[in-house]
């Protein structure tokens, strides 16, 4: 593929692990640019990676191909305000990993910009195993997404998805599930401790259960989620018994539920920021 220059504004953790991920993946440092509003950041990068850094944003917006839009949902207003509109050309990408900032808002802040992606990561995106879902609009080319889809993929799974609307199910999916599974954790961790086991032991129990429960779905992508669960529960077992009472206690009504409730938080803070 051509190589482009990537621009980011924003140093932080997401810009940090991304940048990572791609120079980890070959791409070629001195093809990466980041802004920051302070100092320490960037100097990191530059001495780690060899990676052009910047406090300027503008130096972004002149050297970028395609710029990621890395600051938080609150300070995006503020800092494309300051951005110089006359350095954007239609041919730049400008790819935003905000949470809950829609495009049609982003458009509003920096009018100048045509093509515009929106990409959701996580937080697992930090050692590499994130999933991001990106959307993109009609002005984005194939080869835009392309370049987006490398960025992305440097930090895990990418799905491109048909509307932005479908991001808010991203959101409940894939953004804030981390979450659901640590509770899941953090309340076996708790019992197992009750049952005699030691904070650490019980870590190690519950831990090592999860990963090889996600590595057995990862390594038989044609088995069913279901499938793998049935096969476990041997009739009358104890893993029968217990996966019975989370049924009975209503566990995937209540999983719906709260994924419900990311949806529709999500779409909330849409028109709030
Ligand atoms: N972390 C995640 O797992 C995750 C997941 C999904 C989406 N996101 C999104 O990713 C974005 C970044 O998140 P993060 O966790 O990386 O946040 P972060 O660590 O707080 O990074 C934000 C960075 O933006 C810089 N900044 C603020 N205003 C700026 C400006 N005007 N010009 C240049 N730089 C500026 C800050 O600089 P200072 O250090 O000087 O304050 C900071 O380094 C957010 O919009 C968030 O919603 C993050």
């Not at 409940?172 to 009750?194: D, R, T, V």
Request: hydrophobic letters at 45%; a negative charge.
């Amino acid at each position: 593929m051509q190589q482009r220059t990537v621009g980011f504004i924003g140093a932080g953790n997401m810009t940090q692990s991304i940048i990572r991920g791609l120079v980890a993946s070959g791409y070629p440092a001195d093809a990466i640019i980041a802004s920051n509003r302070s100092e320490g950041k960037l100097n990191a990068l530059n001495a780690d990676l060899g990676i052009q850094i910047t406090t300027d944003n503008n130096d972004v917006l002149r050297q970028s191909d395609v710029v990621v839009l890395s600051v938080k949902p609150q300070m995006m207003a503020d800092m494309l305000s300051a951005c110089d509109a006359s350095l954007v050309s239609d041919d730049m990408v400008f790819m935003s990993i905000a949470a809950g900032l829609p495009l049609q808002r982003l458009a509003e802040m920096l009018p100048a910009a045509q093509k515009w992606v929106r990409a959701m990561p996580n937080t697992p995106s930090a050692v590499g195993l994130g999933m991001t879902g990106l959307y993109g609009n009609p002005h984005v080319t194939q080869a835009d997404q392309a370049l987006c889809n490398e960025l992305m993929s440097a930090v895990g799974e990418t799905l491109w998805v048909e509307n932005e609307a479908q991001i808010d199910g991203v959101i409940a999916a894939a953004g804030s599930s981390p979450a659901y599974f640590f509770l899941f954790l953090e309340a076996m961790q708790a019992e197992a401790e009750k049952m005699g086991f030691s904070h650490q032991q019980a870590r190690v129990l519950v831990q090592q259960a999860m990963r090889g429960a996600a590595e057995m779905v990862m390594q038989n992508p044609d088995t069913e989620i279901s499938t793998l669960r049935t096969n476990v529960m041997s009739k009358g077992g104890t893993t029968a018994e217990a996966v019975n009472t989370f049924i009975a206690g209503g566990l995937p009504e209540l999983v719906s539920k709260s994924m419900q409730a990311a949806v529709t938080r999500a779409q909330q803070m849409s028109k709030q920021l």
